[in-house]
Protein backbone atom coordinates (compact mmCIF):
# COMPACT_ATOMS: atom_id res chain seq x y z
CA UNK A 1 0.00 0.00 0.00
CA UNK A 2 2.80 2.08 1.24
CA UNK A 3 4.38 1.91 -2.12
CA UNK A 4 1.05 2.51 -4.52
CA UNK A 5 0.94 5.70 -2.69
CA UNK A 6 4.25 6.76 -3.23
CA UNK A 7 3.97 5.79 -6.69
CA UNK A 8 0.71 7.75 -7.03
CA UNK A 9 2.84 10.61 -5.55
CA UNK A 10 5.86 10.54 -8.02
CA UNK A 11 3.56 10.26 -10.74
CA UNK A 12 1.48 13.21 -9.64
CA UNK A 13 4.45 15.26 -9.51
CA UNK A 14 6.07 14.45 -13.05
CA UNK A 15 2.75 15.41 -14.20
CA UNK A 16 3.28 18.54 -12.59
CA UNK A 17 6.44 18.99 -13.43
CA UNK A 18 5.49 18.35 -17.10
CA UNK A 19 2.71 20.74 -17.29
CA UNK A 20 5.07 23.60 -15.84
CA UNK A 21 7.55 22.97 -18.48
CA UNK A 22 5.00 23.02 -21.21
CA UNK A 23 3.74 26.52 -19.51
CA UNK A 24 6.79 27.99 -19.61
CA UNK A 25 7.52 26.56 -23.21
CA UNK A 26 4.33 28.71 -24.01
CA UNK A 27 5.34 31.84 -22.47
CA UNK A 28 8.75 31.39 -24.20
CA UNK A 29 7.50 31.75 -27.59
CA UNK A 30 6.08 35.47 -26.75
CA UNK A 31 8.04 38.17 -26.71
CA UNK A 32 9.72 37.59 -29.75
CA UNK A 33 10.63 40.26 -31.75
CA UNK A 34 10.32 40.63 -35.61
CA UNK A 35 13.76 39.44 -37.41
CA UNK A 36 15.81 42.09 -38.70
CA UNK A 37 16.72 40.08 -41.75
CA UNK A 38 15.27 40.64 -45.23
CA UNK A 39 17.30 39.77 -47.41
CA UNK A 40 20.42 37.66 -47.88
CA UNK A 41 22.43 40.07 -47.26
CA UNK A 42 21.58 40.69 -43.53
CA UNK A 43 23.24 37.32 -43.23
CA UNK A 44 26.59 38.57 -42.05
CA UNK A 45 27.14 38.76 -37.64
CA UNK A 46 23.66 36.97 -37.23
CA UNK A 47 23.52 33.61 -35.64
CA UNK A 48 22.25 30.93 -38.35
CA UNK A 49 21.11 27.55 -37.56
CA UNK A 50 21.69 24.96 -39.68
CA UNK A 51 21.02 20.93 -39.80
CA UNK A 52 24.44 19.59 -39.59
CA UNK A 53 26.48 17.79 -42.48
CA UNK A 54 23.78 19.31 -44.76
CA UNK A 55 24.69 21.66 -47.84
CA UNK A 56 23.15 24.66 -45.83
CA UNK A 57 25.51 24.09 -42.97
CA UNK A 58 28.32 23.78 -45.78
CA UNK A 59 27.77 27.02 -47.34
CA UNK A 60 26.63 29.23 -43.89
CA UNK A 61 30.33 28.51 -42.62
CA UNK A 62 31.34 30.94 -45.18
CA UNK A 63 29.50 33.77 -43.08
CA UNK A 64 31.50 32.90 -40.12
CA UNK A 65 34.28 35.24 -41.43
CA UNK A 66 31.73 38.16 -41.68
CA UNK A 67 31.00 37.86 -38.37
CA UNK A 68 28.04 35.58 -38.13
CA UNK A 69 27.95 32.37 -35.95
CA UNK A 70 26.61 29.04 -37.11
CA UNK A 71 24.70 26.69 -34.55
CA UNK A 72 24.29 23.46 -35.84
CA UNK A 73 21.46 21.20 -34.95
CA UNK A 74 21.24 17.19 -35.93
CA UNK A 75 17.85 17.98 -36.85
CA UNK A 76 15.78 20.49 -39.13
CA UNK A 77 12.97 20.36 -36.21
CA UNK A 78 15.75 21.32 -33.63
CA UNK A 79 16.80 24.76 -35.75
CA UNK A 80 13.13 25.50 -36.54
CA UNK A 81 13.08 25.26 -32.63
CA UNK A 82 15.81 27.46 -31.71
CA UNK A 83 14.35 29.67 -34.33
CA UNK A 84 10.85 30.08 -32.53
CA UNK A 85 12.75 30.62 -28.96
CA UNK A 86 14.95 33.29 -30.37
CA UNK A 87 18.15 31.14 -30.20
CA UNK A 88 19.08 31.97 -33.69
CA UNK A 89 18.01 34.44 -35.66
CA UNK A 90 17.46 32.26 -39.28
CA UNK A 91 17.57 28.75 -40.52
CA UNK A 92 19.14 27.41 -43.64
CA UNK A 93 17.26 24.63 -44.68
CA UNK A 94 16.31 22.61 -48.28
CA UNK A 95 12.94 24.83 -49.44
CA UNK A 96 10.81 21.95 -49.57
CA UNK A 97 10.81 20.82 -45.50
CA UNK A 98 11.00 24.61 -45.39
CA UNK A 99 7.27 24.93 -46.26
CA UNK A 100 6.61 22.46 -43.80
CA UNK A 101 8.00 24.44 -40.96
CA UNK A 102 6.50 27.73 -41.96
CA UNK A 103 2.82 25.98 -42.31
CA UNK A 104 2.87 24.59 -39.30
CA UNK A 105 4.22 27.62 -37.69
CA UNK A 106 2.52 30.59 -38.51
CA UNK A 107 5.57 32.68 -36.78
CA UNK A 108 7.46 32.11 -39.17
CA UNK A 109 8.15 32.66 -42.72
CA UNK A 110 10.42 32.14 -46.07
CA UNK A 111 12.77 35.25 -47.17
CA UNK A 112 11.57 35.34 -51.16
CA UNK A 113 15.43 35.38 -52.41
CA UNK A 114 17.02 31.86 -52.87
CA UNK A 115 19.94 31.07 -50.69
CA UNK A 116 21.73 28.54 -52.95
CA UNK A 117 20.61 26.52 -55.84
CA UNK A 118 21.97 23.10 -55.74
CA UNK A 119 21.25 19.20 -57.28
CA UNK A 120 20.65 16.41 -55.63
CA UNK A 121 22.39 12.99 -56.15
CA UNK A 122 22.81 9.00 -54.63
CA UNK A 123 26.24 8.41 -52.68
CA UNK A 124 27.77 5.36 -53.83
CA UNK A 125 31.39 3.84 -52.49
CA UNK A 126 34.15 4.35 -53.94
CA UNK A 127 35.37 1.02 -56.05
CA UNK A 128 31.83 -0.23 -56.59
CA UNK A 129 31.47 1.23 -60.11
CA UNK A 130 29.59 -1.46 -61.42
CA UNK A 131 26.50 -0.63 -59.05
CA UNK A 132 27.40 3.56 -59.70
CA UNK A 133 26.74 2.19 -63.48
CA UNK A 134 23.80 0.64 -62.82
CA UNK A 135 22.01 3.13 -60.92
CA UNK A 136 23.26 6.30 -63.76
CA UNK A 137 21.62 3.91 -65.96
CA UNK A 138 18.39 3.24 -64.15
CA UNK A 139 18.27 7.05 -63.43
CA UNK A 140 18.73 7.57 -66.70
CA UNK A 141 15.66 5.81 -67.73
CA UNK A 142 13.17 6.81 -65.24
CA UNK A 143 14.22 10.51 -66.42
CA UNK A 144 13.09 9.17 -70.51
CA UNK A 145 10.26 7.02 -69.22
CA UNK A 146 9.06 9.90 -67.35
CA UNK A 147 8.51 8.18 -63.73
CA UNK A 148 11.20 10.47 -62.51
CA UNK A 149 8.41 13.59 -62.87
CA UNK A 150 5.86 11.43 -62.05
CA UNK A 151 7.40 10.75 -58.60
CA UNK A 152 8.22 14.26 -57.99
CA UNK A 153 4.74 15.44 -59.14
CA UNK A 154 3.19 12.96 -56.23
CA UNK A 155 4.87 14.95 -53.82
CA UNK A 156 5.84 18.34 -54.56
CA UNK A 157 3.97 19.17 -58.07
CA UNK A 158 0.41 20.40 -58.83
CA UNK A 159 -0.35 16.05 -59.04
CA UNK A 160 0.42 16.14 -55.04
CA UNK A 161 -1.17 12.25 -53.27
CA UNK A 162 -2.65 11.33 -56.82
CA UNK A 163 0.10 9.42 -58.62
CA UNK A 164 1.78 7.51 -56.26
CA UNK A 165 4.61 5.15 -57.62
CA UNK A 166 3.77 1.39 -57.46
CA UNK A 167 5.96 -1.72 -58.36
CA UNK A 168 4.55 -4.25 -60.94
CA UNK A 169 3.79 -7.53 -59.29
CA UNK A 170 5.36 -9.07 -62.25
CA UNK A 171 9.40 -7.78 -61.96
CA UNK A 172 11.34 -10.91 -60.96
CA UNK A 173 13.64 -9.70 -57.92
CA UNK A 174 15.88 -12.03 -58.45
CA UNK A 175 19.56 -10.22 -58.57
CA UNK A 176 19.64 -9.59 -54.35
CA UNK A 177 19.12 -7.01 -51.82
CA UNK A 178 19.65 -3.17 -52.55
CA UNK A 179 20.23 -1.28 -49.24
CA UNK A 180 19.61 2.08 -49.13
CA UNK A 181 20.70 4.55 -45.72
CA UNK A 182 18.66 7.57 -45.19
CA UNK A 183 17.22 10.00 -43.12
CA UNK A 184 13.04 9.67 -42.70
CA UNK A 185 13.03 13.35 -41.10
CA UNK A 186 13.36 15.66 -44.30
CA UNK A 187 9.73 15.53 -45.66
CA UNK A 188 8.75 15.36 -48.97
CA UNK A 189 11.92 13.86 -49.63
CA UNK A 190 11.96 10.87 -46.45
CA UNK A 191 9.78 10.51 -44.16
CA UNK A 192 8.26 7.90 -41.78
CA UNK A 193 4.08 7.49 -42.74
CA UNK A 194 1.42 4.72 -40.94
CA UNK A 195 5.48 2.67 -39.82
CA UNK A 196 6.46 2.95 -43.44
CA UNK A 197 9.21 5.33 -44.99
CA UNK A 198 7.88 7.09 -47.84
CA UNK A 199 8.64 10.13 -49.96
CA UNK A 200 10.60 11.52 -53.39
CA UNK A 201 14.11 9.57 -52.57
CA UNK A 202 12.37 6.29 -51.57
CA UNK A 203 10.07 5.51 -54.39
CA UNK A 204 12.83 6.98 -56.75
CA UNK A 205 14.99 4.53 -55.08
CA UNK A 206 12.55 1.57 -55.58
CA UNK A 207 11.89 2.17 -58.92
CA UNK A 208 15.70 2.25 -59.42
CA UNK A 209 15.29 -1.41 -57.62
CA UNK A 210 12.69 -2.27 -59.61
CA UNK A 211 14.55 -1.78 -62.71
CA UNK A 212 17.61 -3.48 -60.85
CA UNK A 213 15.52 -6.87 -60.11
CA UNK A 214 16.14 -6.09 -56.40
CA UNK A 215 14.27 -6.29 -53.58
CA UNK A 216 15.11 -2.68 -51.73
CA UNK A 217 15.95 -1.91 -48.23
CA UNK A 218 15.50 1.13 -46.77
CA UNK A 219 18.02 1.34 -43.17
CA UNK A 220 16.87 4.71 -41.27
CA UNK A 221 19.83 6.92 -39.39
CA UNK A 222 20.88 10.05 -38.66
CA UNK A 223 21.99 12.04 -41.67
CA UNK A 224 25.62 12.60 -41.28
CA UNK A 225 26.63 8.95 -40.68
CA UNK A 226 24.74 8.15 -44.46
CA UNK A 227 28.38 8.40 -45.87
CA UNK A 228 29.87 6.33 -43.38
CA UNK A 229 27.33 3.37 -43.33
CA UNK A 230 28.05 3.18 -47.75
CA UNK A 231 31.88 3.44 -47.42
CA UNK A 232 31.91 0.77 -44.65
CA UNK A 233 29.38 -1.27 -46.94
CA UNK A 234 26.74 -1.41 -44.32
CA UNK A 235 24.29 0.27 -47.36
CA UNK A 236 24.55 -0.19 -50.75
CA UNK A 237 24.11 3.47 -51.39
CA UNK A 238 22.84 6.90 -49.73
CA UNK A 239 19.89 8.75 -50.55
CA UNK A 240 18.54 11.83 -48.75
CA UNK A 241 18.61 14.64 -50.63
CA UNK A 242 22.72 14.89 -50.60
CA UNK A 243 24.27 17.00 -52.57
CA UNK A 244 28.16 16.45 -53.71
CA UNK A 245 30.66 18.74 -52.70
CA UNK A 246 33.87 18.46 -53.04
CA UNK A 247 34.88 17.16 -49.45
CA UNK A 248 32.11 14.25 -50.26
CA UNK A 249 33.60 13.60 -53.11
CA UNK A 250 37.03 13.01 -51.27
CA UNK A 251 35.38 9.57 -49.67
CA UNK A 252 32.48 8.59 -51.79
CA UNK A 253 31.31 8.44 -55.14
CA UNK A 254 27.98 10.19 -56.33
CA UNK A 255 25.43 9.21 -59.17
CA UNK A 256 24.10 11.46 -61.50
CA UNK A 257 21.39 14.46 -60.56
CA UNK A 258 18.18 13.10 -60.26
CA UNK A 259 16.49 16.42 -58.96
CA UNK A 260 16.81 20.22 -58.58
CA UNK A 261 16.69 21.94 -55.22
CA UNK A 262 17.45 24.84 -53.17
CA UNK A 263 18.43 25.91 -50.03
CA UNK A 264 16.08 28.92 -48.36
CA UNK A 265 16.58 31.24 -45.40
CA UNK A 266 13.61 31.20 -42.61
CA UNK A 267 13.13 34.33 -39.99
CA UNK A 268 11.19 34.59 -37.20
CA UNK A 269 7.99 36.87 -37.91
CA UNK A 270 7.22 37.50 -34.88
CA UNK A 271 3.58 37.04 -35.25
CA UNK A 272 2.96 33.89 -32.73
CA UNK A 273 2.27 32.80 -29.55
CA UNK A 274 -1.09 34.15 -28.85
CA UNK A 275 -3.02 30.87 -27.66
CA UNK A 276 -3.76 30.58 -24.26
CA UNK A 277 -2.03 27.69 -22.25
CA UNK A 278 -4.91 25.03 -22.21
CA UNK A 279 -5.11 25.07 -25.85
CA UNK A 280 -1.94 24.69 -26.52
CA UNK A 281 -1.24 21.99 -24.28
CA UNK A 282 -4.40 20.25 -25.82
CA UNK A 283 -3.46 20.45 -29.33
CA UNK A 284 0.32 19.68 -29.03
CA UNK A 285 -0.49 16.89 -27.01
CA UNK A 286 -3.00 15.86 -29.99
CA UNK A 287 -0.94 16.57 -32.74
CA UNK A 288 2.28 14.85 -31.76
CA UNK A 289 0.45 11.70 -30.06
CA UNK A 290 -2.55 10.81 -31.30
CA UNK A 291 -2.56 12.24 -34.62
CA UNK A 292 -1.81 8.95 -36.89
CA UNK A 293 -1.31 6.63 -33.66
CA UNK A 294 2.26 8.73 -33.43
CA UNK A 295 2.33 7.53 -29.82
CA UNK A 296 3.19 3.76 -31.11
CA UNK A 297 6.63 5.45 -32.16
CA UNK A 298 7.43 5.83 -28.10
CA UNK A 299 5.71 2.40 -27.08
CA UNK A 300 7.90 0.77 -29.79
CA UNK A 301 11.00 2.51 -29.42
CA UNK A 302 10.20 1.92 -25.29
CA UNK A 303 10.04 -1.77 -26.02
CA UNK A 304 13.24 -1.67 -27.86
CA UNK A 305 15.33 0.01 -25.24
CA UNK A 306 14.22 -2.19 -22.88
CA UNK A 307 14.99 -5.17 -24.64
CA UNK A 308 18.78 -4.08 -25.57
CA UNK A 309 19.50 -2.68 -21.95
CA UNK A 310 17.90 -5.82 -20.63
CA UNK A 311 20.33 -8.39 -22.99
CA UNK A 312 23.54 -5.59 -22.46
CA UNK A 313 22.95 -5.90 -18.75
CA UNK A 314 23.32 -9.91 -18.68
CA UNK A 315 26.45 -9.66 -20.85
CA UNK A 316 27.61 -6.57 -18.50
CA UNK A 317 27.45 -8.40 -15.37
CA UNK A 318 28.71 -12.15 -16.77
CA UNK A 319 31.53 -10.54 -18.67
CA UNK A 320 32.14 -8.23 -15.86
CA UNK A 321 32.20 -11.09 -13.52
CA UNK A 322 34.39 -12.89 -15.08
CA UNK A 323 36.99 -9.25 -15.51
CA UNK A 324 36.67 -8.77 -11.64
CA UNK A 325 37.40 -12.57 -10.32
CA UNK A 326 40.45 -12.66 -12.75
CA UNK A 327 41.87 -9.35 -11.45
CA UNK A 328 40.92 -10.12 -7.60
CA UNK A 329 42.55 -13.66 -7.96
CA UNK A 330 45.50 -12.21 -9.62
CA UNK A 331 45.59 -9.40 -6.34
CA UNK A 332 45.17 -12.58 -4.06
CA UNK A 333 47.48 -15.11 -5.50
CA UNK A 334 49.83 -13.10 -7.68
CA UNK A 335 49.18 -15.74 -10.69
CA UNK A 336 47.54 -14.99 -14.46
CA UNK A 337 49.21 -12.06 -14.57
CA UNK A 338 49.47 -12.00 -18.57
CA UNK A 339 45.46 -12.18 -18.36
CA UNK A 340 45.36 -10.09 -15.83
CA UNK A 341 46.96 -7.44 -17.49
CA UNK A 342 44.63 -8.11 -20.36
CA UNK A 343 41.80 -7.11 -18.69
CA UNK A 344 43.15 -3.77 -17.67
CA UNK A 345 44.17 -2.87 -20.81
CA UNK A 346 40.42 -3.87 -22.10
CA UNK A 347 38.46 -2.12 -19.00
CA UNK A 348 41.18 1.14 -19.61
CA UNK A 349 40.32 1.30 -23.03
CA UNK A 350 36.55 0.98 -22.80
CA UNK A 351 36.74 3.59 -19.66
CA UNK A 352 38.71 5.56 -22.07
CA UNK A 353 36.82 5.78 -24.79
CA UNK A 354 32.89 7.11 -25.18
CA UNK A 355 30.27 4.77 -25.46
CA UNK A 356 28.74 6.84 -28.96
CA UNK A 357 32.46 5.85 -30.59
CA UNK A 358 32.28 2.36 -29.52
CA UNK A 359 28.91 1.54 -31.04
CA UNK A 360 30.21 3.30 -34.32
CA UNK A 361 33.16 0.94 -33.78
CA UNK A 362 31.54 -2.26 -33.53
CA UNK A 363 29.10 -1.32 -36.25
CA UNK A 364 31.34 0.29 -38.87
CA UNK A 365 34.25 -1.23 -38.21
CA UNK A 366 34.16 -4.51 -36.42
CA UNK A 367 30.71 -5.71 -38.10
CA UNK A 368 31.68 -4.16 -41.43
CA UNK A 369 31.13 -6.68 -43.57
CA UNK A 370 28.18 -8.66 -42.20
CA UNK A 371 25.01 -8.08 -42.23
CA UNK A 372 24.17 -8.26 -38.93
CA UNK A 373 21.21 -6.62 -37.00
CA UNK A 374 21.50 -3.32 -35.19
CA UNK A 375 19.34 -3.73 -31.63
CA UNK A 376 22.24 -6.75 -31.80
CA UNK A 377 25.09 -5.15 -32.36
CA UNK A 378 23.73 -2.28 -30.13
CA UNK A 379 23.37 -4.77 -27.25
CA UNK A 380 27.03 -6.29 -27.81
CA UNK A 381 27.68 -2.58 -27.67
CA UNK A 382 26.20 -1.71 -24.35
CA UNK A 383 27.13 -4.69 -22.99
CA UNK A 384 30.80 -4.55 -23.71
CA UNK A 385 31.14 -1.22 -22.52
CA UNK A 386 28.65 -2.31 -18.77
CA UNK A 387 31.35 -5.10 -18.14
CA UNK A 388 34.28 -2.66 -17.41
CA UNK A 389 32.48 -0.79 -15.13
CA UNK A 390 30.79 -3.59 -13.51
CA UNK A 391 33.91 -5.34 -13.28
CA UNK A 392 35.43 -2.88 -11.31
CA UNK A 393 32.12 -2.61 -9.12
CA UNK A 394 32.41 -6.15 -8.70
CA UNK A 395 36.22 -5.95 -7.47
CA UNK A 396 35.99 -3.24 -5.53
CA UNK A 397 33.09 -4.93 -3.49
CA UNK A 398 35.15 -8.96 -3.20
CA UNK A 399 38.02 -6.44 -2.45
CA UNK A 400 36.29 -4.47 0.61
CA UNK A 401 35.79 -7.88 2.39
CA UNK A 402 38.07 -8.54 4.92
CA UNK A 403 40.84 -11.27 4.41
CA UNK A 404 40.08 -13.01 7.84
CA UNK A 405 36.80 -14.13 6.17
CA UNK A 406 38.29 -15.66 3.23
CA UNK A 407 40.65 -17.45 5.60
CA UNK A 408 37.94 -19.17 7.65
CA UNK A 409 36.55 -20.49 4.70
CA UNK A 410 39.62 -22.20 4.38
CA UNK A 411 39.94 -23.10 7.38
CA UNK A 412 36.54 -25.07 7.12
CA UNK A 413 37.88 -26.96 4.25
CA UNK A 414 36.45 -24.93 1.69
CA UNK A 415 37.92 -24.65 -1.74
CA UNK A 416 39.08 -21.64 -3.12
CA UNK A 417 35.94 -21.35 -5.33
CA UNK A 418 33.32 -22.76 -2.53
CA UNK A 419 34.76 -19.91 -0.66
CA UNK A 420 34.44 -17.50 -2.87
CA UNK A 421 30.88 -18.69 -3.90
CA UNK A 422 29.72 -19.05 -0.12
CA UNK A 423 31.50 -16.77 1.81
CA UNK A 424 33.41 -13.49 -0.18
CA UNK A 425 30.67 -13.26 -2.79
CA UNK A 426 26.81 -12.67 -0.70
CA UNK A 427 29.03 -10.66 1.56
CA UNK A 428 30.39 -8.51 -1.63
CA UNK A 429 26.97 -8.52 -3.70
CA UNK A 430 24.98 -6.40 -0.86
CA UNK A 431 27.86 -4.03 -0.40
CA UNK A 432 27.80 -3.23 -4.37
CA UNK A 433 24.13 -3.42 -4.50
CA UNK A 434 23.66 0.02 -4.48
CA UNK A 435 26.37 0.74 -7.09
CA UNK A 436 25.37 -1.81 -9.48
CA UNK A 437 21.95 -0.64 -10.04
CA UNK A 438 23.63 2.71 -10.42
CA UNK A 439 25.35 1.33 -13.66
CA UNK A 440 22.31 -0.52 -14.64
CA UNK A 441 20.61 3.61 -15.31
CA UNK A 442 23.32 4.38 -16.36
CA UNK A 443 22.93 1.65 -19.19
CA UNK A 444 19.13 2.60 -19.72
CA UNK A 445 20.25 6.37 -20.55
CA UNK A 446 23.02 5.52 -23.03
CA UNK A 447 20.94 3.61 -25.22
CA UNK A 448 19.61 6.45 -26.43
CA UNK A 449 22.32 7.50 -28.78
CA UNK A 450 21.24 3.68 -30.55
CA UNK A 451 19.70 5.97 -33.44
CA UNK A 452 22.88 6.54 -34.51
CA UNK A 453 22.89 3.43 -36.06
CA UNK A 454 19.41 3.39 -37.28
CA UNK A 455 17.79 1.83 -34.41
CA UNK A 456 14.63 2.87 -33.95
CA UNK A 457 14.54 3.27 -29.88
CA UNK A 458 12.88 5.73 -26.86
CA UNK A 459 14.91 8.93 -28.16
CA UNK A 460 14.45 7.74 -32.12
CA UNK A 461 10.74 7.45 -31.57
CA UNK A 462 10.55 11.57 -30.49
CA UNK A 463 12.83 12.15 -33.14
CA UNK A 464 10.27 10.44 -35.95
CA UNK A 465 7.19 12.77 -34.14
CA UNK A 466 9.38 15.72 -34.69
CA UNK A 467 9.97 14.79 -37.84
CA UNK A 468 6.33 14.52 -38.69
CA UNK A 469 5.02 17.82 -36.41
CA UNK A 470 7.77 20.07 -36.15
CA UNK A 471 7.33 20.34 -32.49
CA UNK A 472 10.42 19.94 -30.91
CA UNK A 473 9.14 19.94 -27.13
CA UNK A 474 6.49 17.82 -26.42
CA UNK A 475 8.12 14.65 -27.73
CA UNK A 476 11.01 15.56 -26.01
CA UNK A 477 9.77 15.80 -22.56
CA UNK A 478 7.49 12.79 -23.22
CA UNK A 479 10.32 10.71 -23.65
CA UNK A 480 12.41 12.37 -20.89
CA UNK A 481 9.53 11.56 -18.87
CA UNK A 482 9.56 7.80 -19.43
CA UNK A 483 13.14 7.40 -19.06
CA UNK A 484 12.44 9.11 -15.83
CA UNK A 485 9.88 6.42 -14.79
CA UNK A 486 11.82 3.56 -16.05
CA UNK A 487 14.88 5.37 -13.77
CA UNK A 488 12.67 5.71 -10.62
CA UNK A 489 10.64 2.03 -10.94
CA UNK A 490 14.13 0.20 -11.32
CA UNK A 491 15.23 2.61 -8.34
CA UNK A 492 12.72 1.17 -6.23
CA UNK A 493 13.47 -2.46 -7.48
CA UNK A 494 17.22 -1.93 -6.23
CA UNK A 495 15.82 -0.53 -2.74
CA UNK A 496 13.63 -3.19 -2.29
CA UNK A 497 15.84 -6.26 -3.00
CA UNK A 498 18.55 -4.17 -0.76
CA UNK A 499 16.06 -3.99 2.27
CA UNK A 500 16.07 -8.15 1.43
CA UNK A 501 19.27 -8.48 1.60
CA UNK A 502 19.56 -6.44 5.11
CA UNK A 503 16.90 -8.24 6.79
CA UNK A 504 18.13 -11.57 5.75
CA UNK A 505 21.57 -10.84 7.15
CA UNK A 506 20.12 -10.39 10.53
Known amino acids: M ?21 AFCGCGKKGISESSITKIDDLPNKTIGTQMGTTGDVYASDYTKQGSQIKQFNKGADAVMA ?3 GKVDCVIIDSEPSKKFVAINPELSILPEEFVVEDYS ?72 DGRIIGIDADMAQAVADILGME ?62 ISDFKEQFHTNFIVDSRWKYITNGVLTTLRISFFAVIIGVVGGFILAIIRFSCDMNKKFRILNNICRLYIT ?43 EIIRSGLSSIDEGQFEAGRSLGF ?51 RSRTYDAFMPLIAVAFIYLVIVIFLSMLVGKFERRLKNNAR
Open 349 to 391: IIRGTPAMIQLLIIYYVVFSSSNIDAVLVATIAFGLNSSAYIA
Open 122 to 193: ICIAKGNDELLEKVNNAITQLKEDGILDKILSNYIGDDTGNTPYTSSPDIVRSNGILTMATNAAFEPYEYIE
Open 2 to 22: KNFISLKKIGACLVLMMIIAV
Open 216 to 277: LVIQDMEFDSIITAVSSGKADMGVAGMTVTEDRMKNINFTQPYTTSHQVVIINNGSGGDGSF
Open 83 to 85: LKQ
Open 415 to 465: NYVRTMMYFILPQAIKNILPALGNEFIVLIKETSISGYIGIRDLTRGGDFI
